[in-house]
């Protein structure tokens, strides 16, 4: 079975900008779990404040047992974040690998 690539990408209020690095900076060292293969936050090129985050699993089974809310403060900065972001902006995306054998 392969990886599986999960991102999400939004817009933050420019006046928040500093708020939402914080957040995110934090965010990242709860993000060590098993199967949990890469955290990575990207702001997009030429779209100032627009950022992505890219999450990768190692599998199916790991990416639909994942749970981000399993720690409290974890919960209360995705909050934040969600609080930092342009109403509207936010899209999802799922990429299951193709593997050849």
Do not use: H
């Amino acid at each position: 079975m392969g990886k599986v690539k999960f991102s999400v990408q939004y817009e933050i209020d420019s006046t928040k900008r500093d708020e939402f690095l914080i957040a995110i900076k934090e965010l990242r060292t709860f993000l060590k779990v098993d199967g949990l293969l890469s955290y990575s936050v990207y702001e997009i090129k030429g779209k100032a404040n627009n950022f992505e985050e890219v999450y990768v699993f190692s599998s199916k089974e790991t990416y639909d047992n994942y749970d981000d809310g399993e720690n409290e403060r974890m919960q209360i900065l995705i909050s934040k974040i969600e609080d930092l972001k342009v109403p509207s902006t936010t899209k999802y995306n799922t990429l299951y690998e193709v593997v050849f054998e």
